[in-house]
């Protein structure tokens, strides 16, 4: 069981494979890792410490048999639990390096936690808000960056509001954004939109933002406020779409809404996409 | 790899352990199964046919290794696909029996469909209510029987209501309702009270049920009937419990109530028990 | 509170709306429903009563302000819990046609049960299999038909085996299928592959199928059979490939492998496609 | 709806109740929160920055209508961040103060990060261990506190091996370990066990352990020897039990394994409890 008796076995991933099947990525998901991000906040030097849950791969050729799953972790361990955009690309390039292939992909998945202050008592206390990154390198050149994130907002019905003598039912939304980024040449990859940006248009499109805490007084004027500002899961994903499509550090992008409806076991949904997107399905 | 070259080997599930660590119990979890079940509704001749999450084991000794558990799918193939409380009383006693077991156990978790007719314009569409079956069998005598059922409700907020102009923040809430039944003597053992009463009961206390449709005019209907009624998790967990504590058809209950706010990103919660559990954690 | 009271109201989501953002799709999702499937199986008069979860919607034109969420649920009553490819071809121009949309879109998901065998004792039991179907209809006319099933299986790790004296770490695979299917017009289109034939396609595929029940000559013999078929994620991906690429009656196709390898707490996977997608992300 | 208008609105949660019905529990759930963790690791001076998803409430007379929610929020700030054994007690205690209440209760689960050596290379990279802390202060002087974890594990099947002529089926299994303490007065309160040890104790009786990385040296070798050690659910929640129930640090404990079977769809599961749990369900 020593390792000298290793290298006399032969490397079964390098073997010649005839199937003609030319993979288009492979590799390992559900990797959990600890990191400490940047680029989330508009604040450049702001960086948090998070659980992830990360994915990372490689295309393979038709004629090779498989790939080193295990210098994927090793790849990841290099980035010394850092993670920013610059981080991403590096990584990327040593996804590819080491395993011979043309493309390189992974994804990360994580809660990255801001500040919210109550309107009036000003009460502040932290919230999460539920973070993805997804990124292909084609050929170690051109570069398909995803940034998402899930904004849970407060959404209050117009229709219910217009036809009832008192009252309107609300819910919790929830507003997924995402950002596609185009680049030919990774060496002028770079982006200037950060997702804080995204999530404060986000609240200020909905019926009200959601709070981790509110006193009297901030139930009273986010009550209101709702009340004052009804919005269709049509709205809000319109609301949203007219910033993004004005937004030119964006080649293509999707605006997601999903309402938890009060007054249904179903939720409500409407979905806008905008740009030109790299990818299909 | 013929069934005679096994008459050779030994049952390794048969050895002698001398650990001296008795299981309380063992079995297999997370099968799914297709059955027909009765008993949820008031009207006792109805009956569904629904996909099922399955869970059947029994307690082991602890001079024995271990169990056989391909014959608890065979025990459950025996039901013939149909479940009911005189099924699961059977069935219980069929994982006993085969296992030479002091102890059986199972669980059932299900989807089960009820018609909800809309208050005013009377449409009447099916809405799902996750139902659970768990039992014990002691000694293949005394028996506890659980049911339980996760009732999605609209609560509206009542110290919204309280200080704001105008408007309420209201959202789903959902209610947990666990009965436990017990029996000395299984050849006793009737269960007298069914889900659709509890659902009932539920949706009675709520601020308003959901419906799976809902015309204008019924939209407006609720949305004032909730405006009209509103409820805190408190307020929830104490109105069905006045009618659990009053029931003598269940030994120990427990109403859990979850509400997703609509104005936090956090949900609030509320548990009431009651009556005598034989469960100890 | 009468229905008279509600003919002076204004119906909302008729009024006009200048944000000039036209929404790709709209409408309901996580409507849980109970429906009778046919088409899956190999025996086209098989046909199975399942719980579903159900996404309807449609497009809307940039100037109109909403849809009528209630109208999709009353289109899908009017399957009258009935669910085949004839009948989605119905369900998506009733959806269109009562919401005055270009195009429309479905989705249901659910599991579907099939019986399986014991490869040596003959014990048969049935098992689950997730299935889900996409459809989109542009313009009432073209249509785009996706579907998906998730067939669990045993893979066994060909380097685990080359490189160790004895033994091979193996574990559950989950083998994600999607079939894409192409219509320029509605009245030509037929699907001629069901999911069983990929289901089956897939099992033979793995190291071993799995199955609901195994007696010890059946263990014995998938133990063994897995020993001597390994299967990496890319060797998984590979042999359905192939097959899926010479097929005719299918226009496009992805194969993810997902193995929880039991050597670590990350899984690995593996994504081939082929054919022509007609959806873009 | 300036905070002036505020003082004269009622507080309707400080209203009278007549219901007669005392609440178990009343609080939030589901809230998100990152927090540094110690008491964690054998390492008395570790800690770890990790997401966390809280729970926090109190018990209700029978004659208040309502807790004081946000104030749930503001006593989980006052812990900066900070979550050690004291820091819950104190959480515990400010819990129960500010809401009058008799007692009070608090959960947490996280995932916590261990570095974990490949066996024969030598390599290292941190795995994640589902972690909770459940505990309830009674009438503020009786503490029960409950640590649990879920470790991941490799476990090989004892009769697949015994029965077939090479191989043996294997899969990764998780085994949940939930200790529970008890004081009759918290000023006694002290958690002698940690963790880290609980996670090394299962590591030891499983098949194998898992990594996050193994090169083909360390392949082999766990390959090897999880063919050496092979495993049934029993033979885990015995060995795991046979170290709890000598240790005189726990007052009650349960073992719950769940093996993800690699020839089924369905998991096989055995729970062994000891102890005196003060838990009733």
Chains 1, 2, 3, 4 share one sequence.
């Not at 393979?60 to 048999?65: F, N, Q, S, T, V």
Request: glycine share 4%; charged share 30%.
């Amino acid at each position: 069981m020593s390792p000298e008796t290793m290298t006399i076995t032969r490397d079964v991933q390098t073997d010649i494979d005839d199937r003609r099947v030319a993979i288009r990525e492979v590799g390992i998901s559900d990797l959990k890792t600890l990191m400490t991000v940047s680029g989330i906040e508009l604040d450049e030097t702001a960086e948090q410490t998070v659980s992830m849950t990360a994915s990372l791969g490689a295309s393979l050729r038709e004629e090779i048999k498989g790939i080193h799953m295990s210098r994927l972790v090793e790849d990841l361990l290099e980035a010394e639990g850092r993670l920013d955009f610059r981080g991403i690309l590096n990584l990327l390039l040593r996804l590819r390096d080491h395993q011979g292939s043309d493309d390189s992909v992974l994804s990360f998945a994580f809660d990255y936690f801001l500040d919210r202050q109550a309107p009036v008592s000003g009460r502040i206390a932290k919230q999460a808000y539920s973070c993805r990154y997804e990124a292909r390198l084609k050929d170690g050149k051109e570069l398909t960056f995803v940034q998402s994130v899930e904004v849970p907002v407060t959404t209050l019905c117009p229709c219910s509001k217009e036809i009832s003598s008192y009252g309107a039912h609300n819910q919790r939304g929830y507003v997924d954004v995402r950002l596609e980024h185009h680049f030919a040449d990774i060496g002028e990859a770079d982006v200037k939109i950060c997702l804080e940006e995204v999530i404060e248009q986000v609240e200020a499109s909905a019926s009200a933002p959601l709070y981790p805490i509110l006193k009297r007084v901030d139930e009273r004027f986010v009550t209101m406020q709702a009340y004052d500002e009804p919005r269709f899961v049509e709205d809000m994903v319109r609301n949203v779409s007219m910033k993004l499509r004005e937004d030119v550090r964006v080649d293509a992008w999707q605006v997601k809404v999903t309402n938890h409806e009060s007054i249904h076991q179903h939720n409500a949904y409407a979905v806008v996409r905008g740009g030109s997107s790299a990818l299909r399905f």
